[in-house]
Every structure is written in C-alpha cells, then in structure tokens.
C-alpha cells in the first residue's frame, strides 16, 4: 500500500494488527524471562519509544513499573551521530531494579551503547535491552535482547517515530523517502 504524504512516499511496512501481535508476543517473553514475580522497571526512551513502550506495558503482566528518560542525539535528520544529551532524566533511582530500556530503533547501536554504559552506573539489577526495530549494521555495539522486527536499510515513521517531529501519531509503520 503507497499513501502520498505531504508530498512524501511512504509504503506500509508494518500494520497495526502486526505490531499488536508482535508486542504482546514480546510481552510474554520478557515476563517469561523475568520470572512472574520479579518487578520489571520499562524505561521509556523518549520520544520515540513513547507509543511501544505504553503497549508493551500492558502486554507484560504482573508488576511493572515506567520510566521516562529524555535523550536527544545529534544529527542530521535521518543519521544519528552518537552524541547523545540526555533532556529529562529518570525520576527514581534504579538501582537494585530490574530494567528493561524501550528502544524505538538500534541503527549504529552508538545511542544505545551510550544509554547502556550511563545506566549501568547507576547499579540496577539486570538491565535488558528491547528494540522495536534493529537494522543491519555491522559496526553495531549493543544488540538488543528482544527485537520486534528487522528492518532493511529503509527510513521508517509512523508509531511514534518521526521525521522532523512528524508522522508519530500514524498507527501503522511506513518507509518514507527521505530525499
Ligand atoms: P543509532 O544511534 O543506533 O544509530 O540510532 C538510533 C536512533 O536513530 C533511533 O533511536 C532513532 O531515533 C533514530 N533512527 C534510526 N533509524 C531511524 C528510522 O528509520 N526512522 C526514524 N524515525 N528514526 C530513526
């Protein structure tokens, strides 16, 4: 399916109905992994996990608890550059926990290998890594423990990802020309 946007191309990668399906199969894993009892703390990479976080939330059972962190990497509007700000940080400490980050995407993995290296610090636990989306980079330094889907070497929206702020609100996950 092709939807001109704005002047833009995008072709429907991911339907609502295979990400539904998807995320509550992740959900299942993750508390199965985790042990029924065990509080899991999902800590929301804003903003583009803030759709998939708020779903795998509720197909995890059992005890959950949600962080936000705010990051903003630098960057063109379609490559990330590993230098990463952190613009809102967790609000309670981690330490002792075990936390799961919600990723929206691992391209080079630099934003998440920096992530990674800066919670560790703060002694949580355990702390797992899942990722909507991981593309096939070969450089990449974290894998993520779960991944939703693999994707190519498209640029993607929709579902809480963005390009330039827009197109997070769509349900569903297209490719869109960037050029
Ligand atoms: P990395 O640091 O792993 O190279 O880049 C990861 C970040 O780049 C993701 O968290 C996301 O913000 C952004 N990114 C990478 N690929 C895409 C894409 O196809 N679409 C969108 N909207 N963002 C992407």
Not at 12 to 39: C, Y
Not at 84 to 111: A, M, S, Y
Not at 112 to 120: E, G, K, N, P, R
Request: glycine share 8%; charged share 25%; aromatic share 8%.
């Amino acid at each position: 399916m092709s939807h001109p946007s704005d002047g833009k191309r995008m072709t429907v990668l991911f339907s609502e109905e295979r990400i539904r399906e998807r995320v509550a199969e992740l959900g299942r894993q993750i508390r199965a992994d985790l042990g029924s009892d065990e509080e899991i703390t999902l800590l929301c990479i804003l903003k583009g996990s803030f759709i998939f976080a708020a779903d795998l939330a509720r197909a995890i059972s059992g005890p959950v608890a949600v962080e936000f962190l705010g990051v903003q990497s630098y960057g063109d509007a379609t490559q990330s550059s590993g230098h990463v700000q952190i613009t809102h940080d967790l609000t309670n400490p981690i330490e002792g926990k075990h936390v799961l980050l919600v990723e929206d995407i691992i391209d080079t993995g630099l934003t998440i290998a920096y992530l990674v290296q800066s919670l560790l610090a703060r002694s949580p636990a355990s702390l797992r890594v899942c990722a909507l989306f991981e593309k096939p980079t070969e450089e990449q330094k974290v894998r993520a423990d779960y991944v939703g889907f693999q994707l190519g070497d498209e640029f993607v929206v929709g579902y809480g990802l963005d390009w330039a702020q827009r197109f997070r609100n769509l349900p569903y996950v297209a490719a869109i020309e960037t050029d």
